[in-house]
């Protein structure tokens, strides 16, 4: 394990790992999204007030999604201590920032969708992010295969993991996940002809469904019938979105008789008024 930048190098500073790649991820993120942005002519002023809310409702979720771990309150942290001190989630970091940008869209009346704008810049961030997690977190469930990752008496206690046994590398598997998805999404599916918006519906979904099957290797502890909390949470949004995603199929959002991103900027660019009449 790596808490610090300085154990993984002698002259790097002594930065926690996990702080840095979620700062690196976000950055890149940043980057992402303005060339997105620029790509597809939106200029509506009111866009940074949507990454602020999506920044917001992703630090203060992720931190309350693991809050009451514990049925007997006086178990789990106080609000602050949870919001100052307490693990944060993945998951809920997405569902924040999901909320959080819905928020912002009716505090300042955005009325477009903005999911094109966030897919990519969400899956780079969340590639980058979790090289912070592979650093510093329990690895996985014990593997008999040679990719295991074998952590010292140190490590192993730090993370409550065991020591001298392979372990699933399971971050290694969802930054390649991510990765994928990034490269999908920058290459391919954001030049394709798809409803606004859909592209990050796409991607939320495939990482569900991804999530939910390495949580069976993550390490995570069972909350109820051998499943973990994160998987419980998933079995009710997973169908959510697949239902979302099979009705917008039918009504032919994934289709060629869908418009060209190309030849939607102009719509994008138009006023509330000159879109709804």
Request: proline share 7%; aromatic share 10%; glycine share 10%.
């Amino acid at each position: 394990m790596f808490p610090t930048l300085n154990d993984l190098a002698p002259w790097l500073p002594g930065w926690g790992s996990h702080e840095t790649f979620v700062a690196l991820g976000l950055c890149a993120a940043g980057v992402v999204f303005l060339i997105e942005k620029r790509r597809r002519g939106v200029s509506d002023p009111r866009i940074p007030y949507l990454v602020l809310g999506a920044l917001a409702g992703a630090a203060i979720l992720s931190r309350l999604g693991t809050w009451a771990q514990h049925l007997d309150p006086s178990k789990n942290l106080s609000f602050v201590d949870q919001l100052i001190h307490g693990n944060a989630s993945m998951l809920s970091a997405l569902v924040g920032a999901w909320l959080g940008v819905h928020v912002a869209k009716r505090i300042v009346r955005y009325p477009d969708r903005t999911g094109d704008l966030f897919a990519p810049a969400v899956a780079l961030a969340m590639c980058i992010g979790r090289i912070g997690c592979l650093l510093t977190e329990r690895p996985g469930t014990p593997t008999g295969q040679g990719w295991g990752i074998v952590l010292s008496p140190d490590a192993a206690a730090r993370t409550g993991s065991p020591a001298g046994v392979p372990l699933h590398p399971s971050f290694v598997y969802e930054i390649a996940f991510h990765a994928a998805a990034f490269a999908l999404l920058w290459f391919w599916l954001r030049h394709r002809r798809i409803a606004a918006g859909e592209t990050l519906t796409l991607y939320i979904a495939a990482y569900g469904v991804f999530r939910f099957l390495i949580e069976f290797v993550r390490g995570n502890d069972i909350a109820w019938m051998g499943f973990t909390r994160p998987q419980l949470f998933l079995m009710v949004t997973i169908p959510i979105l697949l239902a979302r995603i099979a009705v917008m199929a039918r009504r032919g959002a994934f289709g060629p008789g869908m418009p060209a991103v190309e030849a939607s900027v102009a719509d994008q660019n138009r006023s509330p008024r000159e879109q709804h009449a």
